[in-house]
């Protein structure tokens, strides 16, 4: 059972994920799980985007969402929207019916397999730079 302000869910964990839960304010948890297990998964290939390039590419702002006032940093979903390669679909259109029609929503918890890729790409220049330095100095 959740209690969320004044009302209350229940929310019943099938074998199967089929549903989804929507909470329009704060949600916290000491963790969230995300199925990973290579066992439920297919199609799987090594990753071909650049990290960086796509974090190089999105725009930090801050802000405040209507009706509170604590300023957050973020991204926005209409900005990753235009660059993110296609396979990675880091962005849905269901997320809460708003009243301009859907509003979107960012995966953020894949940002971080992005974030990852990044700083491996990262770590190669760095690499590459320290070996460049090393015969420089020779």
């Known amino acids: 059972n959740l209690e969320l302000g004044v009302q209350k869910c229940e929310v019943h964990v099938d074998t199967e994920i089929t549903k989804t839960l929507t909470v329009s304010d704060k949600c ?10 290579k066992r439920a998964k297919e199609n799987i290939a090594p990753a071909t985007f650049s990290g960086l390039d796509l974090i190089n590419k999105l725009s930090l702002y801050t802000f405040n969402y209507k009706d509170k006032t604590d300023v957050v940093p973020g991204i926005l979903a209409q900005d990753l929207l235009e660059i993110q390669p296609e396979e990675l679909n880091l962005v849905d259109n269901i997320a809460a019916t708003g009243e301009n029609g859907d509003y979107m929503s960012i995966k953020e918890s894949k940002l971080i397999f992005v974030l990852m890729q990044a700083i491996k790409e990262q770590q190669a ?3 590459d730079l320290k070996s460049q330095i090393k015969n420089l100095t020779k």
């Open 28 to 37: 916290e948890a000491l963790y969230f799980n995300a199925t990973s297990d």
């Open 125 to 127: 220049q760095i690499e």
